[in-house]
């Protein structure tokens, strides 16, 4: 059975790499390329639990979580070039707070999707979904850029993030990490509710092959 879940764990590794390289290059004032790619691991995940089972999404989502950890790793040996200084393409922060994010609430996704799987076919990806991205995205900005844990890595301090600015340029003045999180959780509502269609086939496709090759 576990060659079944070779392909769920290619795409999610695939999913993971790419978002970690497009996270570096900006879309407008508020995202980057990686808020498109990275809810298709939500995707992915809720594929393999709806068609294979609990065992198999967790599966998947530990080799999403070590496909991340290897880029992290080599991202915190890139160092790039700013003003009269250099500073690594991954800071410690970053790396712990896409690793945390990803871990809590992909998990937290499987859970969530068995135990809404006997309902309504769109019920437990939908829900699934937003409360994983909601949890995702809380945990990423706030550990990557939050003031509250500039603890953490005190030669890395986010500034930046952390000055504050209209919520998306136009609402309450807050740091600014408080409206790339929003544009992003934004992004991941959006996909969450058009990656039904594509759930929606890949399952009854995944469903009908298995029935076949029986």
């Not at 995202?31 to 198999?56: E, K, Q």
């Not at 504050?164 to 959006?190: F, I, R």
Request: proline share 4%.
């Amino acid at each position: 059975m576990k060659i079944l879940y070779l392909p769920g764990i290619l795409a999610m590794a695939a999913v993971v790499v790419a978002s970690n390289i497009l996270v570096q290059f900006l879309l407008g004032d508020w995202l980057t390329w990686g808020a498109f790619t990275y809810p298709i691991a939500f995707l992915v995940t809720d594929v393999m639990n709806r068609v294979y089972g609990v065992a198999a999404a967790r599966r998947v989502v530990f080799a999403g979580f070590a496909a991340g950890v290897v880029c992290s790793l080599i991202g915190t040996q890139v160092m790039l070039q700013g003003d009269g200084y250099s500073f690594p393409a991954v800071t410690l922060r970053v790396a712990l707070g896409s690793g945390t994010a990803f871990l809590v609430a992909q998990l937290l996704d499987v859970q969530i999707f068995d135990r809404l799987r006997h309902g309504t076919w769109w019920r437990a990806p939908l829900a699934s979904t937003l409360i994983g991205s909601a949890v995702d995205t809380f945990l990423f900005f706030s550990i990557a850029f939050s003031a509250v844990f500039n603890g953490l890595e005190t030669s890395n301090v986010p500034d930046w993030a952390q000055g504050a600015v209209p919520l998306l340029g136009a609402g309450m003045e807050l740091p600014l990490w408080a409206s790339l999180a929003l544009a992003d959780w934004l992004v991941k509502l959006s996909l969450a509710l058009i990656a039904l269609v594509p759930f929606r086939f890949l399952v009854l496709h995944l469903v009908a092959r298995a029935a076949k090759n029986h």
